[in-house]
């Protein structure tokens, strides 16, 4: 399962993370992924004294997300990284790593990787190609969101980015430990708190509160 959330980003944050990634400076993106031979694209540079303000902004859009949150059930999100691809640019098929070293707002530190997010920001009329593919079984699924759209999707995905063939392909990335690390685990208990956000106020109070219970004592059994 995945998640799609248009309007993650105000329109506002958007504009902003756009202005500042033109005064931002950015390096190669295969120094976070050295290993990997079709990754080619530019993320930018952690000691540019801009990235803190461009993380800090897509982390306040988690922060106030209850939807991200009931899906995520996260303990630590890394610090968003601008990402930039230009023409002939891409990232072949791969998965992000179970472990990794973060950049979070508090320095760096070991998490695992269950969920990572993509947030797009370029216009999608403004660049051709530079697609997000997710590969779900035999299927793949191609994705070009509008500009403050977020995807959530198991860090586990094989995915990649599509040959930017003109213009600018611009988003934010971000990886999220959850609390419960198994994905069908994680997948029930969102769909069960949806359920209960969507229908709870006509239940009987009861029922309402003992259902809350069962989700409260599901994730306490389950949290990793």
Not at 112 to 135: I, M
Request: net charge negative.
């Amino acid at each position: 399962m995945f998640l799609e959330q248009k309007g993650f980003l105000k329109p506002d944050e958007v504009g902003k993370l756009i202005d500042l990634s033109r005064r931002l400076r950015f390096v190669d993106g295969r120094l976070s992924n050295p290993d990997n031979t079709t990754k080619a694209n530019q993320q930018a540079d952690l000691d540019d004294p801009g990235f803190a303000e461009t993380s800090r902004i897509v982390m306040d859009a988690f922060e106030r997300s209850w939807e991200f949150k009931s899906f995520a059930l996260p303990v630590k999100i890394a610090a968003p990284l601008l990402s930039r691809y230009e023409p002939g640019m891409r990232y072949g098929p791969h998965a992000d790593w179970a472990f990794m070293t973060a950049n979070t707002p508090d320095g760096p530190a070991p998490m695992r990787s269950d969920l990572s997010c993509t947030v797009f920001l370029s216009d999608p009329a403004s660049y051709q190609g530079g697609e997000l593919v997710l590969h779900l079984g035999t299927r793949p699924v191609a994705i070009k969101g509008l500009p403050g759209e977020a995807f959530i999707y198991p860090s586990t995905t094989l995915h990649e980015v599509r040959p930017v063939q003109s213009g600018v392909r611009l988003v934010s990335l971000t990886f999220i430990e959850s609390r419960i690390a198994d994905s069908f685990q994680r997948n029930l208990l969102f769909e069960l708190t949806d359920i209960l956000s969507l229908e709870g106020l006509k239940m009987d109070w009861l029922s309402r509160v003992r259902m809350e219970v069962a989700l409260q004592s599901l994730q306490r059994l389950w949290s990793a």
